[in-house]
């Protein structure tokens, strides 16, 4: 999982931390732990972000370094 993007999304969207906690009903705490690899998530959780930043779980959580061969 590629948490790097995560908060490139969200500060792109000019989105502080406390505003996507309010969003996701979580506290600040929770949400700045998950941002940075300290708490895991679900998926339902990783599209509930998605769908704030406007965007797809993909996007945001996948490795784009994945290479075919």
Known sequence: M??????????SKGISYQKMAQ????????????ENGKRGMSYEMAIKIANILETTPDNIFLNNNLTTG
């Not at 996701?24 to 732990?33: A, P």
């Open 2 to 11: 590629n948490l790097d993007n995560l908060q490139k999304f969200r500060q």
């Open 23 to 34: 969003e996701l009903g979580i506290t600040f705490q929770s949400y700045w732990m998950i």
